[in-house]
């Protein structure tokens, strides 16, 4: 399929923001008892910007700023800011002990950080123990788990600028997402340095992404704006979606996977982006959203597989549908596609409208994919990592073999080295998805 042409993630969202402006690009709650917020396209990209504009003014660009938290709108906008001007991002998993979020701060020599608030007491920790980091900033509201997060001292200034660079308000080192937009819109009507005024080199560090891997020290990526761009471009030429698709965000966005095709992917192709309200309600958000896209790992397409083989059962149903699929299956060679008439009932447990699943970050049962596929929901396996950026391989839009992670993403080369044709070996990836390298890991890299 044809693509578009960008080399950072600025520009893309950027195209977006004016393909897509009215369209809804975020459907969200801060809490889940709280009625459905909304931002759409053109207001996405002016909060990236009043955003990126405030985190200049405090003396952040070129700096290393962590974002750790739940899945949110407020975590996509401070990543999104980063990324598009201000300087390199580090996304941290918020499930790490605290002593390894405080470690991984260290070690990325990191500025500041974008947290929720239930991390205010490791965020303190981290302030008196890590030498490089000056300023904390929470992405949402809500009552801290220690003090509050205000600073009295305003001689103190924020990121080692003096009171007189700043307003009053801002000399402290805690700092909160929703006062730091409109701060930022004044600069921009004041005429201060904005974020589209500053340049993205598309081959420098743009993230910097902790690994787990095999070893018991977390390797840490170092993936560009090219990388990633890259990534986004070789996908959308094998796979097509279409503007207003509904994708729901389940895995983590500090996740490669999840942040370059939940989030970043969605935005390129105009989607309707709804954070999930966690593990526990994503089947009452599939039918509440009326989600057409999911992209997950197995066991989440394993649970969804079990609930059905467990309702058919349980309702009787299970031999009805076992004679009804070889007949689904035989008109579909002859260009009648009846699935999601005939299982119209078991598609509305998923809200209806699922017809999409990306899977990848391990082996999944073909079986699974080839029961969804006939009953019209289909499921494309990929195969990829944080190394490159990070999808290599997939099955697409033209090719769907259950059971095979498909071919090489368009522009992408892959290999086998083995010692004999056919055998098991070493997958070898090339194409401007592989990483810069291992930071500070020069031996690896090489």
């Known amino acids: 399929f044809q693509t578009r042409s960008f080399a950072t993630l600025r520009e893309m969202i950027e195209q977006s923001a004016a393909l897509y402006a009215s369209r809804p690009a975020f459907r969200f709650r801060n809490q889940v008892d709280e009625p459905l917020s909304m931002r759409t396209y053109a207001e996405f990209w002016r909060e990236i910007n009043h955003l990126g504009t405030a985190l200049l003014a405090l003396g952040l660009a070129g700096k290393r700023i962590a974002v750790i938290g739940e899945n949110s709108y407020a975590w996509c906008l401070a990543h999104a800011a980063v990324v598009c001007g201000v300087g390199v991002v580090v996304p941290l998993d918020r499930l790490l002990p605290e002593g390894e979020i405080i470690a991984s701060l260290a070690r990325g020599e990191v ?12 965020m303190e920790k981290a302030h008196n123990q890590v030498a490089s980091l000056s300023g904390l900033i929470a992405l949402r509201t809500g009552r801290p788990s220690s003090r509050p997060p205000v600073f009295s001292q305003p001689q103190a ?11 009053a308000e801002k000399t ?3 700092l909160q997402l929703d006062e730091l937009l409109p701060w930022g819109a004044a600069l921009e009507q004041e005429g201060k340095p904005t974020l589209s005024q500053t340049t993205i080199d598309p081959d420098a560090l743009m993230a910097l992404l902790f690994t ?22 070789a996908v959308a030429s094998v796979v097509k ?7 729901l965000s389940v895995l983590p966005l500090h996740h490669t996977f999840e942040n370059t095709c939940g989030l970043y992917i969605g935005l390129y192709y105009g989607a309707e982006i709804h ?14 959203y009326h989600i057409d896209m999911i992209v997950g790992v197995p066991i989440l397409f394993e649970n969804f597989y079990n609930k059905v083989q467990a309702t058919l059962q349980k309702t009787g149903k299970d031999k009805l549908v076992r004679r009804l699929l070889p007949i689904t299956q035989g008109l579909r060679k002859v260009v009648i596609d009846l699935r999601r008439v005939l299982y119209k009932q078991i598609l509305a447990a998923f809200g209806g409208n699922l017809q999409l699943g990306i899977c990848g970050a391990a082996p999944i049962d073909p079986e699974i994919i080839r029961f969804f596929d006939a009953i019209g929901i289909h499921i494309l396996q990929g195969y990829g990592l944080t190394e490159t950026s990070p999808v290599a391989a997939g099955c697409n839009s033209k090719v769907f073999v259950p059971g095979t992670v498909g071919h090489p993403m368009g ?3 892959l290999a086998v080295d083995s010692e ?5 070996g070493e997958i070898l990836v090339r194409g401007p998805i592989v990483m810069l390298g291992y930071y500070q890991d020069a031996a690896a890299t090489a």
């Open 212 to 233: 787990s891997g095999t070893t018991s020290v977390a390797k840490a990526v170092m993936l560009s704006q090219r990388n990633v761009c890259a990534d986004i471009q």
């Open 420 to 424: 004999q044709a056919g055998e098991p």
């Open 111 to 122: 500025d500041a950080v974008f947290y929720d608030p239930s991390f205010q007491t490791c």
């Open 157 to 167: 200034g924020l990121l080692g600028q003096t009171a007189e660079q700043i307003p």
């Open 241 to 247: 979606l279409w503007p207003g698709i509904r994708m």
């Open 411 to 413: 522009g992408i080369e």
């Open 275 to 288: 954070e999930s309200d966690g593990l526990r309600h994503i089947q009452k958000n599939l039918q509440d």
């Open 172 to 174: 402290r080192h805690w």
